[in-house]
């Protein structure tokens, strides 16, 4: 059995030979390839990750132009990968290769994607609030209850992978698009190293452009299948907001003689309308352009595959 290891690289020159060394000596018997993206780094890691290519033929490099985000990398990377299982962890040592045989197992359980959990973290507290707040957000709103969405260090299936479309920051909603489709996730803890060289690429404004793709990963897992429930949801509550107060301002002025023209409460009620309406539309118009795009409706039908990884 083929196991792939994707690993984005950005700015980590001293740490690539020791995970390399890491992963080999915790690989077991089993045949890997190592899928190093080079993510735009400025420093030596891809001089480095040529080198190693040199001695070890089953590492691949790809090298971006500049940086495109983890996103873009893993994307590139599973689109790469050979293995039945594929891994992905981070390239600068905080997760440890010693709990490879750990993901491996809890896979052979029938899993398709074991998310990590770094259940005592060696991150600096304003890294680690964010992180608590993220996920228990995340966890609301996708019901899918994970102690850890940010680990990067996770194993799936090969068929999850290769079904996956990611962007922008929605590799942290990974888990999510994939319970989304069918698939069964789980977690499990696994230790989490303090940072020996280098430093961290992640600041506060990651968690802001995350909000949106929350919002983006919501619609997709939820809403693709009829985009009418949700905008249609939203329109008929506007319409029906202003219908009554057209209704209440047209019996003061049928029972009181109440003049309307000044009154700003008539303009809010048609405003509510007209956006009513304009929603629907929008809904209906969605309904459209996705049975025009994808007229096999098998594809919006979640397909259980079994893949034997002859573990």
């Not at 190693?52 to 089953?58: D, F, G, H, S, T």
């Not at 197992?105 to 259940?119: I, P």
């Amino acid at each position: 059995m083929l196991i792939s290891f994707v690993i984005p690289v950005l700015n980590e020159e001293d740490s690539l030979a020791i995970l390399v060394s890491e992963i080999i000596a915790n690989i077991g018997d089993y045949e890997y390839e190592l899928i190093f993206i080079d993510d735009g780094s400025r420093d030596k890691s891809y001089h480095i990750m040529e080198s190693l290519a040199r001695q070890n033929e089953r590492i691949k490099i790809i090298k971006f132009r500049k940086n495109f985000g983890k996103s873009a990398a893993l994307q590139v990377g599973f689109e790469q990968a050979n293995g039945s299982i594929v891994f992905t962890m981070d390239a600068d040592l905080q997760d440890n290769p010693c709990e490879i045989p750990k993901f491996v197992a809890k896979l052979e359980e029938g899993y398709d994607l074991v998310s990590g959990w770094k259940q005592k973290r060696h991150d600096p507290w304003h890294k680690v609030l964010p992180s608590k707040l993220f996920n228990y957000v995340t966890t609301k709103v996708f019901r899918l209850k994970l102690k850890d969405y940010n680990c990067g260090f996770k194993a799936y299936r090969k068929d999850v992978v290769k079904e996956l479309n990611i962007y922008g920051e929605m590799h942290r909603y990974i888990p999510a698009l994939a319970n989304a489709l069918g698939y069964r996730i789980s977690e499990i803890p696994v230790q989490h190293r303090a940072r020996q060289y280098g430093k961290s690429k992640y600041g506060i404004e990651r968690y802001l452009r995350g909000f949106f793709d929350l919002l983006t990963v919501k619609m997709v897992t939820q809403y693709i299948k009829s985009p009418l429930y949700l905008f249609g949801r939203i329109g008929l509550i506007s319409t029906f907001l202003g219908t009554l107060i057209t209704v209440y301002l047209t019996v003061l002025k049928l029972a009181f003689g109440m003049p309307l023209s000044n009154r700003p409460l008539l303009f809010l009620g048609i405003l509510l309308i007209l956006t009513g309406l304009q929603f629907i539309s929008m809904g209906l118009i969605s309904e459209l352009v996705i049975n025009r795009t994808i007229p096999n409706k098998h594809n919006l039908i979640s397909i259980e595959k079994t893949t034997n990884l002859d573990l």
